[in-house]
T-cell receptor
Framework: DGGITQSPKYLFRKEGQNVTLSCEQNLNHDAMYWYRQDPGQGLRLIYYSQIVNDFQKGDIAEGYSVSREKKESFPLTVTSAQKNPTAFYLC????????????FGQGTRLTVV | AQRVTQPEKLLSVFKGAPVELKCNYSYSGSPELFWYVQYSRQRLQLLLRHISRESIKGFTADLNKGETSFHLKKPFAQEEDSAMYYCALSVPIQGAQKLVFGQGTRLTINP
């Protein structure tokens, strides 16, 4: 099944711990994105990457970090500095930076306990 | 600042009735708008984009620059249309493009 794969589907974390969410795509897309989805607030952009070894902060990057060492992979780390990490996280990709049609993964629900 | 507003969090209509999901945007440039849909237990996916001016699954959306709106319409609702719908605006950011999403509208079609 081609597309974007996010893992795990559900993740629990203790307060004060960092956690990394995986996002892999086999669509050969250049651009990748991380969004956070909260009830009643739609999706908000955390980080994006146009090309390997390059990434930029989105609207709500504080408390998060990313890497883009391979074209296929764009992992997101939720650090202990993120004050309200419990949320649904969506990864997306698009063919190139100028193409705005985004393809989404199925998401990871992170719960801090 | 760019903003997308979907005034209805919840919308419920009967099967066979017309459906209109409202979307208003705020953007100083030439807008590129989308509707995304998320069916139960499925991933978020593109429904339609205004530049293609096509009808998908019976849905259409017309860009009204005067009213800054991009409402989604379907003349006869079907039960399988029940889903979460997001309106989105594409805006440039540092040589790339990002999507600004509305808050979403949960559409329920009653039998």
């Amino acid at each position: 099944d081609g597309g974007i794969t996010q893992s795990p589907k559900y993740l629990f974390r203790k307060e004060g711990q960092n956690v990394t969410l995986s996002c892999e795509q086999n669509l050969n897309h250049d651009a990748m994105y991380w969004y956070r989805q909260d009830p009643g607030q739609g999706l908000r952009l955390i980080y994006y990457s146009q090309i390997v070894n390059d990434f930029q902060k989105g609207d709500i990057a504080e408390g998060y970090s990313v890497s883009r060492e391979k074209k296929e992979s764009f992992p997101l780390t939720v650090t202990s500095a993120q004050k309200n990490p419990t949320a649904f996280y969506l990864c997306a990709s698009s063919p190139f930076w100028g193409n705005t049609e985004a393809f989404f993964g199925q998401g990871t629900r992170l719960t801090v306990v | 600042a760019q903003r997308v507003t979907q005034p209805e969090k919840l919308l419920s209509v009967f099967k066979g009735a017309p459906v209109e999901l409202k979307c208003n945007y705020s953007y100083s440039g030439s807008p590129e708008l989308f509707w995304y849909v998320q069916y139960s237990r499925q991933r978020l996916q593109l429904l339609l984009r205004h530049i293609s001016r096509e009808s998908i699954k019976g849905f259409t959306a017309d860009l009204n620059k005067g009213e800054t709106s991009f409402h989604l319409k379907k003349p006869f609702a079907q039960e399988e249309d029940s889903a979460m719908y997001y309106c989105a605006l594409s805006v440039p950011i540092q040589g790339a493009q990002k999507l600004v999403f509305g808050q979403g509208t949960r559409l329920t079609i009653n039998p």
